[in-house]
Each structure stands twice: as C-alpha cells, then as structure tokens.
C-alpha cells in the first residue's frame, strides 16, 4: 500500500501564489508519473499537470505559464507551484501517483484532494 499526504492548499486572492506538495511513502519501488488533477463544482475531473519519471512535462491550457511541476524522487514527492492565480481556478485539486511496487506491479494512487480558493 502507498500513502499520499497533500498539503499547500487553501485561500488567496486572485493574483496570488500557492504551492501544492504531495508526498507518498509506503510500498514504492519507483515512482512513475506523477500529477495533480483538479475538480471545480459542476465541472468535469481535469488534468492540470503531469511529470513522467524523466522529467517530461504536460500542462492544461489554462495553466500554461502560471502554473510549475516539480518532482523530487528522492523524497516521492511531487509539486505545484501556482502563480497568478484566477478564480476559476478554484477547486479541489488532487495527486496522482503511478507507482512500481517492489514485485513489479504498476499501481494508481489518489490523495485526497486539498482546497484551493481564489477569491477575486
């Protein structure tokens, strides 16, 4: 089994920063990609950003150039840095973890999701 911890989320006005941290401890023999997906009221899932093993990079559109992914494999924890934050940027947002456990197997963990609020 594998943990995830989020952290980072919470209340800023629009224009603002946050970070968003996800650590995941447990039965990890590697990490794979590593994301944060997001979740506004009456909306759809969405995926915000991603980081494969090596450092390759997706982003939504609507995040492009405001928002950073980091990943630290040593610590199995992936980031996101949030600048000039909108509010429709507001929703729920979660980390996604593909991990390799030590038999092999390739498994999906969800952490269970921060606030973040952008008042405007």
């Known amino acids: 089994q594998v943990q995830l911890v989020e952290s980072g989320g919470g209340l800023v006005q629009a224009g603002g920063s946050l970070r968003l941290s996800c650590a995941a401890s447990?039965?990890?023999?590697?990490?794979?990609?590593m994301g944060w997906y997001r979740q506004a009221p009456g909306k759809q899932h969405e995926l915000v950003a991603r980081?494969?093993?090596?450092?390759?990079?997706n982003y939504a559109d609507s995040v492009k150039g405001r928002f950073t992914i980091s990943r630290d494999n040593a610590k199995n924890t992936v980031y996101l840095q949030m600048n000039s934050l909108k509010p429709e940027d507001t929703a729920v947002y979660y980390c996604?973890?593909?991990?390799?456990?030590?038999?092999?197997?390739?498994?999906?963990?969800w952490g269970q999701g921060t606030q973040v609020t952008v008042s405007s």
């Open positions: 447990g039965n990890i023999f590697s990490m794979n990609t």
């Open positions: 996604r973890v593909v991990t390799v456990s030590d038999d092999l197997v390739e498994v999906i963990y």
């Open positions: 980081i494969m093993r090596g450092g390759s990079t």
